[in-house]
């Protein structure tokens, strides 16, 4: 019914791929979403050296461990961009399915995570400290789910050589869902 | 180049992705909520007017004129200007500027609409829940909009965030498209210095405004996970902090006055060339005065913290930045006057709004310097003095220059015009009454008029005759304000079945929107226009030619641009 009326439009002024430029733009709005909220944390942060206790509950080597197997799910969403590039469709799907299954156990990891902490009996109602705690890592949770579902919808298409640009574009959300996380690991785990 | 495929009347004007379609279902809708953002104020004057001194008397519950003093706030800047002026005639005329066949996503502007028209009903319903709508300012200022022990609310605060929330998704949607659009689907032989005024603030709105909410999104999600969930972000009893939530609103906040500002000044330097005949004074300065207001625009925001105990030191530099955005602005507005000087100017409705927005728009900007100096604002904080600066701002830039831009570029939506008449009953009665309810209060505010009360005259000092007379002289303007809309209303509807026909270019303009017909078809273009030259060449010296078309072929011999553009091609 839509698809019927829509003008097709195909066109480039800068030379660049339309959908690109979008999603720069597209990651640039949401890293003023999290740039608001980790200086938030950290204008709270300093103010509350008492914070400094909490972060001690947090279980660094689970984020440690987390923090590889995020890094190397961008690893493989890189290879998948290559071969992409290089026509080999399959190896390409593939590559983005490993780069699932690296969110994957990312999201069982902070799953387990948070069952620890919420049995030592810290929620995010406990305090500012916890609140802030839960909102960021549950927000870049629900960012690790969306880069999944991405990537997944992407890997179906593209073994059959459709959506190739999508390979870059998931991609590119994949490495930002990664920086995030670069920064809520030191911030929320480590600086005790 | 037109499709020519069957279209369905869904797929043709409900669920359409051509962005004229979707510009005028924005503006419609706009427009819509303008009536019930006016029907608030008027509501608020009604009850000003009605109140006794000795603080008796009024027409309201002040719980319920709470609600309505955030609802006229959240509707006039989130559901008006927003959809009026930013998407409606960003959608109308980027990608017709730009000589493009429709945005370059058309899909997703689609979906732009339709969140946004969700949000618009989710906000309508907020006011129909227990315990009323939102009641703590357009602002929801926490601990005010976070614990309902304040203020009464429950589920209209929520449903409030929530509204925000959609409104705030479907405009990124937009932006992201208007930023493509702008900088990648430009015509051949398009350089960025050609693009018309207009483009240029589109496109500045867009990246301020895609980069600057962020902070408030996730502040309002902080905000409703302390509403729902009991966390503590911005409660003070548990150790939350309520001016962090300040922080996070003012930086989307402030700069999002900006976002307004840059199409109403685009729309205004459209109508002041063509319609005076005159080549833009200093394109190229009003470009770089367009990416400094846009620089400056992202740190002025604490100026509205002053009083709410932000560090002192902070005050200065905040002072400092807000006087200093003040400067690009005034190149901007010199370059327009300037525009005027030795023009032949044709004095119609859009030129007269527009002239009118000028006027009205610069008592805002000075009083704003007032405001921003940190001395004088701990002196008229939260009075009616910033309640007129902020109508002089506000009003000017999305009702007149708002109504500029209707009279404008109506011929291209419709292929009418509207009547004349009746548009110089409209600027010259809204010009009067706008300021008759306004200036007086300004000496209000002096008096200590505070902005949110709903019966001033508990205090001796707004019971006096003096006051009393400027609250009844605002109210009565009010009443005026809201009646000489009725002629445009009027005007708007009728003159799409009776109004005289517009032929392609009805203003003898010069940029591509006025190379197609009138209304443009779905594709816009019968050939896809190439560019030769820039914007507003008006009485050229060189030529006998009145104007020449951004798309006119030079005399003599030349060459057609080339750009890495693939040939557009119409739906399958």
Not at chain 2, 455 to 479: G, H, K, N, R, Y
Request: glycine share 8%; aromatic share 16%.
């Amino acid at each position: 019914m839509v698809d019927s009326s829509t003008i097709q439009v195909y066109r480039t002024s800068t030379g660049l791929p339309t959908g690109r430029v979008a999603m720069w733009w597209f990651l640039a709005s949401e890293v003023a979403i999290f740039g608001g909220l980790i200086m938030s944390f950290i204008m709270c942060r300093v103010a509350h050296p008492e914070w400094s206790e909490y972060a001690e509950y947090t279980v660094n080597a689970a984020g440690a461990f987390n923090t590889i197997v995020l890094l190397t799910s961008s690893l493989s969403a890189v290879l998948a961009h290559a071969a992409a590039a290089r026509r080999e469709y399959a190896r390409a799907a593939n590559l983005l399915w490993a780069t699932v299954g690296g969110g994957l156990v990312f999201l069982c990891v902070k799953a387990y995570e948070y069952s620890h902490e919420i049995h030592e009996g810290f929620t995010p109602v406990t305090n500012l400290f916890w609140g802030f705690y839960f909102f960021m890592t549950g927000l870049h949770g629900l960012h690790v789910i969306i880069g999944m579902s991405a990537l997944a919808y992407v890997a179906t298409k593209v073994r059959h050589g459709k959506l190739v640009e999508g390979v870059e574009y998931a991609g590119m959300y994949w490495h930002l869902v990664d920086i995030i996380w670069i920064f809520l690991f030191p911030l929320l785990y480590l600086a005790s | 180049m037109s499709a020519h495929h069957e279209e369905s009347f869904w797929s043709k004007y409900v669920f359409s992705t051509d962005h004229k379609v979707i510009a005028k279902q924005y503006m419609i809708t706009g427009l819509f909520m303008a009536l019930a953002g006016g029907a608030a104020a008027g509501a608020i004057r009604a009850q000003l007017a009605a109140v006794e001194p000795g603080g008796t008397g009024g027409l309201l519950d002040p719980q319920f004129y709470n609600s309505v003093v955030t609802l006229h706030g959240t509707i006039m800047v989130f559901w008006v200007a927003m959809p009026v002026l930013v998407a409606g005639f960003g959608n109308l005329l980027i990608p017709l500027m730009v000589g493009a066949e429709d945005m370059a996503f058309p899909r997703l502007n689609m979906a732009s609409y339709w969140v946004f028209f969700a949000s618009t009903v989710v906000l309508l319903l907020s006011m129909l829940v227990p315990g009323g709508g939102a009641a703590g300012g357009w602002t929801s200022y926490p601990p005010l909009s976070a614990d309902p022990a304040y203020s009464g609310v429950n589920w209209g605060i929520t449903l409030w965030i929530l509204a925000v929330a959609l409104e705030f998704i479907a405009f990124l949607m937009g932006g992201v498209n208007f930023i493509t659009t702008a900088i990648n689907m430009r015509a051949p032989g398009m350089s960025m210095w050609d693009l018309p005024i207009f483009v240029w603030e589109e496109l500045a709105a867009s990246v301020v405004f895609m980069l600057s909410v962020g902070p408030l999104i996730a502040g309002a999600l902080m905000l409703l996970a302390d509403h729902q969930f009991g966390t503590h972000f911005f409660d003070p009893k548990m150790g939350g902090d309520p001016v962090l939530f300040q922080h996070l609103f003012w930086f989307f906040g402030h700069p999002e006055v900006y976002v307004i500002l840059f199409p109403a000044f685009g729309i205004a330097a459209e109508i002041i060339t063509s319609h005076s005949r005159k080549t833009l004074y200093g394109y190229r300065m009003v470009v770089w005065s367009i990416i400094a207001t846009s620089l400056l625009s992202f740190i002025v925001w604490a100026h509205h913290q002053f009083v709410a105990g932000i560090d002192p030191r902070l005050a200065t530099p905040f002072s400092i930045t807000t006087i200093l955005i003040s400067v690009p602005v005034a190149v901007s507005m010199f370059s327009f006057i300037a525009t005027l000087y030795g023009g032949s100017i044709r004095f119609t409705s859009a030129m007269l709004f527009a002239i009118g927005f000028f006027a009205c728009f610069l008592l805002g900007g000075v009083t704003g310097i007032i405001n921003g100096a940190a001395a004088a604002d701990i002196y008229i904080h939260d009075s009616y003095y910033v309640v007129a600066h902020f109508h002089y701002t506000l009003y000017p830039l999305v009702f007149m220059a708002g109504s500029a831009g209707i009279y404008h570029w109506y011929p291209k939506m419709f292929g009418r015009h509207l009547d004349e008449r009746l548009g110089k009953v409209h600027f010259w009665g809204t010009m009067v009454f706008f300021n008759l309810v306004f200036l007086p209060q300004f000496n209000l505010g002096m008096m200590g008029h505070h902005r949110r009360i709903a019966v001033p005259t508990e205090f001796d000092f707004l019971s006096t005759p003096t006051a009393l007379l400027m609250q009844d002289i605002s109210s009565w303007a009010m009443a005026g304000l809201l009646l000489v809309q009725v002629p445009f209303i009027y005007n708007f509807f009728a003159s799409m079945a009776r109004g005289e026909k517009a032929a392609a270019n009805p203003w003898r303009a010069t940029t591509l929107e006025w190379a197609c017909p009138s209304p443009p078809p779905h594709g816009n273009f019968a050939e896809p226009p190439v560019c030769f030259r820039g914007p507003y060449v008006y009485s050229p010296p060189d030529r006998q030619a009145d104007f020449v078309p951004q798309d006119q072929p030079p005399e003599g011999d030349y060459q057609l641009p080339q750009n890495p553009i693939v040939a557009p091609s119409a739906a399958k």
